[in-house]
Antibody, heavy 119, light 112 residues
Framework: QVQLVQSGTEVKNPGASVKVSCKASGFTFSDYYMHWVRQAPGQGLEWMGWIHPNSRDTKYAPKFQGRVTLTRDTSISTAYMELNRLTSDDTAVYYC????????????WGQGTLVAVSS | DIVMTQSPLSLPVTPGEPASISCRSSQSLLQGNENTYLDWYLQKPGQSPQLLISLASTRASGVPDRFSGNGSGTDFTLKISRVEAEDVGVYYCMQALQPPWTFGQGTKVEIK
């Protein structure tokens, strides 16, 4: 069965960086775009960006451009999201989600990773 | 950016009764007279979002047929024919026509 298993809770100081992983199984990872979406406490969903199956092409929401980097390692079926220069506003649950070929939708989601930014 | 606006933001429902949520986009989500890139997601309490409907009206695998989506252009509706207790949570519409993909504010559905 399809699974996206994310890394655990992170607690960071302001100004630091965080890197969250998303381990895929149950499908051909190299066929799918992978997206990242975040949700601040008590708030709605916010799309951050995607990474192409070829691992070279990415698209970021303007809000995060220059501060976020999406990568993937097809050899271990894992996607990564790195966010730099953290502030308290980055405290949120971060989700990875897969996007089937030619679909433009998010059909499976990871369980989420809480990133807490506090001094 | 395409702005997505949902209504209502809160929806008390009675089990067995129908329910409806509206979503409006700031521009048409129709691409080239073919697909309309509007999805519906449900986030149950304490869980990750789950896909209900894609392309405005296509139910995702395993989604009960009491859920239906319709609409075109800029106006869309998610309908639940007979609400069940397990349907509580926050419903989001999302556009995937152009990046950045954007979500509606969410509609919280709860049992009366």
């Amino acid at each position: 069965q399809v699974q996206l298993v994310q890394s655990g809770t992170e607690v960071k100081n302001p100004g630091a960086s965080v890197k969250v992983s998303c381990k895929a199984s149950g499908f051909t990872f190299s066929d799918y775009y992978m997206h990242w979406v975040r949700q601040a406490p008590g708030q709605g969903l916010e799309w951050m960006g995607w990474i192409h199956p070829n691992s070279r092409d990415t698209k970021y929401a303007p809000k995060f451009q220059g501060r976020v980097t999406l990568t993937r390692d097809t050899s271990i079926s894992t996607a990564y999201m790195e966010l730099n220069r953290l502030t308290s506003d980055d405290t949120a649950v971060y989700y990875c989600a897969r996007d089937p070929p030619t679909a433009l939708t998010l059909d499976y989601w990871g369980q989420g990773t809480l990133v807490a930014v506090s001094s | 950016d395409i702005v997505m606006t949902q209504s209502p933001l809160s929806l008390p429902v009675t089990p067995g009764e129908p329910a409806s949520i509206s979503c409006r986009s700031s521009q048409s989500l129709l691409q080239g007279n073919e697909n309309t890139y509007l999805d519906w997601y449900l986030q149950k309490p304490g869980q990750s979002p789950q896909l209900l409907i894609s392309l405005a009206s296509t139910r995702a695998s395993g989604v009960p047929d009491r859920f239906s989506g319709n609409g075109s252009g800029t106006d869309f509706t998610l309908k639940i024919s007979r609400v069940e207790a397990e349907d509580v949570g926050v419903y989001y519409c999302m556009q995937a026509l152009q990046p950045p993909w954007t979500f509606g504010q969410g509609t919280k559905v709860e049992i009366k």
